[in-house]
Structures are given as C-alpha cells and as structure tokens.
C-alpha cells in the first residue's frame, strides 16, 4: 500500500523502527505489541501518500544467545537461524505487518559496518582500554550499579539481583575497551532541553534526564570473557558489547557505510519505537555515539509501556507469557491488532484479560461497527436492490454526520500520525461509529421505508447513503489497523470499481464528503465480526 509516483521523488523517507529483538526464545505479545504499533503508525504515514521506511528485526549476539543455544545444544547461528525462520518471520507474517526491511545483527552487512563505525570512534580517540569489575545481568547484557539493584529473598536469600529480571547479577572482572560516554551528559542536556519532544512520554524524558543529570561513567564496549559477538577490529581477542552492536542496526540497515544515496534519504529515524526497559540505551548511548561520530539524532524516541498480567510484566521468565497466536485463533488478527492499540494507552503500562478482550470485541467491534455494517447493506440489498441510492433529502442529521466525521478525521490523524496515542485516536473513530448508530437509531429507516410517498423515499435513500458513505470513511480510517476487515467492507460497498483500490485511498481525504458514488453495488457478506465462540 506504499504511495507512488512524484510525490515521493526525493523526499525523505518517514523511517519508524522497532527494537531489534532477542532470539533467546519465541516472540510473546509484548514484542509483538511494539511491532504491530509500529505498522500501524508507518501504515497510516503511507495513507498519507508519504515515502515510508519501516525497520524491524532480530538481535543475535552476546552471552545471552550463546548460553540458550548452549542450553539447546546447538552453535550460536544454528539457534538463531532457527528461531528467525521459525518462529519471529512467521509471526510478523500472521499479524500482517507490512515491514520493509528485517536486519539480522550476524548478517555481513551489519557486522562489518559495526566494525567500521567502531574502528572510526577509536580513530577519533572517543575509545580507550581499561580495566572494570562490577555486578551484570546477562538477561539484559548490562553492567549495574550497586544501587539499583534488589535484595534477594528466598532461594536467592543473600544475593543481589537485577531489578528487571528478579535474578540474581553476576560478578565480572575484565580489561575492556571504554567509550568516553561521560564527555556527552552535557551536550545531552542541551539536546533535551532543545527538543523536548525527543523523549516520550514525559514520564521517560523526565527518568532519562534526572539519570544524566547525576552525571554519566564512561561505557564498557567490549567484552573479552567470550567470543559471540562482533570482532573488535584493532584487537580480536575482544568482541564489541552486544549494545553498541544492536543499536547500529538502526544505521547499518539503511545503508550507512554501503549506499550514502539510501543512508541520505532514510536517516535518522523519525521514531524510535523502544520498550521502557531499554529506554537508557536508545536515549543515553545511542544519541552519544552518533554526536561522536558526526551523525544527524532520531527525532523521537517513544517508550511503550509494559503489558501487564495478574499485576506482573508479561515475560517468559515470570510464567505469565502468552502467545500472540492464543489470541488470534479465538479473536482473529483483526481484533489482536486493534484490542492493544485501543485498550492501552500507549507509553504506559496496562493491564491484558481474556475478559476485557471479549467484552470489548462484542460492544465495539461485533455491536457498533460490525453491526453496522451489515444493517446498513441489508437495508440497502432490501429497499434498493442493492444500488446505494443518491441523497436527495440532505438536512441537518445529514450534516451532523457530515461535520462528525470531519472533526474526527482531524483528530484521528494528529493523535495516530503526530501524537502516537493510538487508543485516542481509535477511539476518536468508534465515537464516530457510535454516532452514525445513533443516527439511524433516530432516523428509523425501517419506519420511514414503509411511506411510499417521494417525499419519503427520497428521505429512506438520503438516510442509508449517508450512513454507507460514513461506513466508506471508516474503513479508510480503520485500514492501518484492521488491514483485511476494511478491505471486505471496502469490497461490500463496492468502492473498488468506483473509488479504486483501498491501498491507495489517502487518510486526509476520508473525510471528504461523497466520494462513495450513488450506484454503487452494496453487498451483505459475512459478518466483519463473527460472534465469539465459548472457551
């Protein structure tokens, strides 16, 4: 559905990137809750008629991976060749998201970029050797401070622990290459203060700000105590921390150090989408190490929040992980892709039922948009053979719904578009759904259907046009989200041999009143929703 032609001749791509995942186990639904995030923010920029680059991937290297395949029996890249093909690249398939890039941290193309980019920052005197000893977690590739990490209890009774994980640190002893991180908390500040939407929400700007103001240590980038990893170019008995490693991808992958015309065009992102777990790398290191080397800062980095379960981050090491395709058998891929956007306010943490995830699919998605959709073609199938009729009649019902959905396009755009607050912006659209509902509730088509008069028939045409035409609107609006539930109502509207295909329907002209043409073939399908069976 990518926009072509001149409008996007050399523009810059609206370039969106997910975190580049750990292949230690299989995705769970706080994975996919970023990514499916992500398609649809970069969706709805191509609905716009923008240029659009959109970044996904896999994180391969580090201690981490090589203990599980250890654990697995298998070499490191056998281990992450088999969860990528059998497991990560399928689920983003199902979930329908429309990525155009999946950089993988042991292809050649990130590898040996990430050793030049190095090699340059140690050229430049921005790295030097020394010796560390600390407590690091190896469920998050970190060194820690004393001071952040828990008491243990229990079986780790004596024990320090990561606050993350709930696991206990290991102790860590080596000579390792330093990047001279603490030369940038100043020139950090003055980045925050000058772009204070750089850091979303407030609350995360508000946590990375008060950690840099404390002052920053200078970063360990090499380890030496295994050797799954990146070489460090001037010296191979080291290989590059797992962290400088992945947060490159966001560069290698656009063509840094191979094609300057792609790099040119695609860097820097506009929206780094990052769990708040790993906020510190992508708002602290990552904008340092781009200052060192001379390179353009993200524009945005936006920190979701956690999934929560039974009160718990949803994880695999907690017991509480949940498979995205649990849900997608019983609700549908549809329903999975809105119920997250919808239902938590995205940048904070909140809360997953089976409960909530039924009760919202029967009212919102079954009742008022399903339901609508259906009355509205059977209505035109009995009254009208099927043949939307033309509004003769138009009044001011007609021109509430008329200035409803303007209103709604508007705030639907800045929220999904600008705002990233994807629960606003959907619900700005189902309070749309809700009032063409109402509007036929009050405007009592059956009833005015049975007057045979002109007056009336002109007035029953003026009715189902105006609410098939809202429908028309919806399923523009709703197309990101619920890419194959907008394409069959697009289809039942007949809006294809008319308007042209859905994918090339622009989000800015959904609110444009009338482009469904009288005449059009109005068909009764399948329900968008079919109603939910027992579990």
Request: proline fraction near 4%; charge should be negative.
């Given at each position: 559905?990518?926009?072509?032609?001149?409008?996007?001749?050399?523009?810059?791509?609206?370039?969106?990137?997910?975190?580049?995942?750990?292949?230690?186990d299989a995705p769970h639904l706080g994975h996919a809750y970023t990514t499916v995030a992500g398609d649809v923010l970069t969706r709805w920029h191509r609905q716009r008629g923008e240029k659009v680059w959109y970044l996904t991937g896999t994180d391969e290297h580090g201690q981490k991976i090589m203990r599980t395949a250890e654990a697995n029996g298998v070499g490191p890249q056998e281990w992450c060749d088999r969860l990528v093909e059998e497991a990560w690249k399928p689920l983003w398939k199902h979930l329908e998201i429309a990525n155009d890039d999946f950089i993988r941290t042991t292809e050649t193309r990130h590898t040996a970029r990430v050793q030049e980019f190095v090699q340059d920052l140690y050229d430049k005197g921005e790295i030097y050797q020394g010796g560390y000893e600390g407590p690091y977690c190896v469920g998050c590739e970190e060194y820690k401070t004393y001071g952040e990490l828990l008491e243990g209890e229990g079986e780790y009774a004596g024990q320090k622990l990561c606050p993350i994980h709930k696991k206990p640190v290991e102790m860590l002893q080596e000579e390792n290459y330093f990047f001279r991180l603490s030369d940038y908390g100043p020139k950090l500040m003055e980045h925050y203060e000058r772009n204070p939407g750089f850091i979303q929400p407030e609350s995360a700007r508000n946590e990375v700000v008060n950690f840099?103001?404390?002052?920053?240590?200078?970063?360990?980038?090499?380890?030496?105590?295994?050797?799954?990893?990146?070489?460090?170019?001037?010296?191979?008995k080291h290989v590059i921390y797992v962290w400088i490693?992945?947060?490159?991808?966001?560069?290698?992958?656009?063509?840094?150090?191979?094609?300057?015309?792609?790099?040119?065009?695609?860097?820097?992102?506009?929206?780094?989408?990052?769990?708040?777990?790993?906020l510190r790398f992508h708002a602290v290191i990552w904008p340092a190490m781009l200052m060192a080397n001379g390179l353009p800062l993200p524009h945005k980095i936006a920190a979701n929040g956690w999934l929560m379960v039974g009160g718990e981050k949803m994880s695999k090491?907690?017991?509480?992980?949940?498979?995205?395709?649990?849900?997608?058998e019983h609700f549908g891929v549809d329903a999975y892709r809105w119920y997250f956007l919808r239902a938590i306010a995205f940048g904070h943490d909140g809360s997953f039922s089976w409960e909530d995830f039924t009760a919202r699919y029967t009212s919102e998605l079954a009742n008022d948009?399903?339901?609508?959709?259906?009355?509205?073609?059977?209505m035109v199938g009995k009254y009208f053979g099927g043949q939307l009729p033309e509004a003769s009649a138009h009044g001011t019902a007609e021109q509430a719904i008329v200035d409803g959905l303007e209103s709604t396009v508007t705030e639907a755009d800045r929220r999904v578009g600008e705002d990233l607050d994807f629960s606003g912006g959907l619900t700005a659209i189902f309070d749309f759904i809700k009032q063409v509902n109402g509007y036929l509730t009050e405007q009592e088509p059956w009833k005015v259907a049975k007057d045979t008069s002109p007056?009336?028939?002109?007035?029953?045409?003026?009715?189902?046009?105006?609410?098939?035409?809202?429908?028309?609107?919806?399923?523009?609006?709703?197309?990101?989200v619920m890419p194959e539930t907008s394409q069959k109502l697009w289809?039942?509207?007949g809006a294809e041999a008319s308007l042209g295909a859905l994918a090339d329907q622009r989000v800015q002209d959904a609110g444009r009143w009338g482009l469904l043409p009288a005449g059009s073939t109005i068909t009764k399908g399948a329900a968008l929703f079919p109603r939910l069976e027992e579990r």
């Amino acid at each position: 559905m990518a926009a072509t032609g001149t409008e996007q001749q050399g523009a810059k791509a609206y370039y969106v990137s997910t975190p580049i995942y750990y292949v230690n186990d299989a995705p769970h639904l706080g994975h996919a809750y970023t990514t499916v995030a992500g398609d649809v923010l970069t969706r709805w920029h191509r609905q716009r008629g923008e240029k659009v680059w959109y970044l996904t991937g896999t994180d391969e290297h580090g201690q981490k991976i090589m203990r599980t395949a250890e654990a697995n029996g298998v070499g490191p890249q056998e281990w992450c060749d088999r969860l990528v093909e059998e497991a990560w690249k399928p689920l983003w398939k199902h979930l329908e998201i429309a990525n155009d890039d999946f950089i993988r941290t042991t292809e050649t193309r990130h590898t040996a970029r990430v050793q030049e980019f190095v090699q340059d920052l140690y050229d430049k005197g921005e790295i030097y050797q020394g010796g560390y000893e600390g407590p690091y977690c190896v469920g998050c590739e970190e060194y820690k401070t004393y001071g952040e990490l828990l008491e243990g209890e229990g079986e780790y009774a004596g024990q320090k622990l990561c606050p993350i994980h709930k696991k206990p640190v290991e102790m860590l002893q080596e000579e390792n290459y330093f990047f001279r991180l603490s030369d940038y908390g100043p020139k950090l500040m003055e980045h925050y203060e000058r772009n204070p939407g750089f850091i979303q929400p407030e609350s995360a700007r508000n946590e990375v700000v008060n950690f840099v103001r404390q002052g920053l240590e200078d970063l360990s980038i090499s380890r030496s105590t295994f050797d799954w990893g990146v070489k460090v170019p001037w010296d191979d008995k080291h290989v590059i921390y797992v962290w400088i490693d992945a947060l490159l991808n966001y560069a290698t992958a656009v063509g840094y150090g191979s094609d300057q015309e792609k790099f040119d065009a695609t860097f820097p992102a506009n929206v780094h989408l990052v769990g708040k777990d790993i906020l510190r790398f992508h708002a602290v290191i990552w904008p340092a190490m781009l200052m060192a080397n001379g390179l353009p800062l993200p524009h945005k980095i936006a920190a979701n929040g956690w999934l929560m379960v039974g009160g718990e981050k949803m994880s695999k090491s907690n017991l509480t992980g949940i498979s995205p395709q649990q849900l997608t058998e019983h609700f549908g891929v549809d329903a999975y892709r809105w119920y997250f956007l919808r239902a938590i306010a995205f940048g904070h943490d909140g809360s997953f039922s089976w409960e909530d995830f039924t009760a919202r699919y029967t009212s919102e998605l079954a009742n008022d948009y399903g339901n609508l959709a259906s009355r509205v073609a059977a209505m035109v199938g009995k009254y009208f053979g099927g043949q939307l009729p033309e509004a003769s009649a138009h009044g001011t019902a007609e021109q509430a719904i008329v200035d409803g959905l303007e209103s709604t396009v508007t705030e639907a755009d800045r929220r999904v578009g600008e705002d990233l607050d994807f629960s606003g912006g959907l619900t700005a659209i189902f309070d749309f759904i809700k009032q063409v509902n109402g509007y036929l509730t009050e405007q009592e088509p059956w009833k005015v259907a049975k007057d045979t008069s002109p007056e009336a028939q002109a007035r029953l045409a003026t009715i189902l046009y105006t609410a098939a035409e809202s429908l028309r609107a919806c399923a523009v609006l709703l197309n990101p989200v619920m890419p194959e539930t907008s394409q069959k109502l697009w289809d039942s509207l007949g809006a294809e041999a008319s308007l042209g295909a859905l994918a090339d329907q622009r989000v800015q002209d959904a609110g444009r009143w009338g482009l469904l043409p009288a005449g059009s073939t109005i068909t009764k399908g399948a329900a968008l929703f079919p109603r939910l069976e027992e579990r």
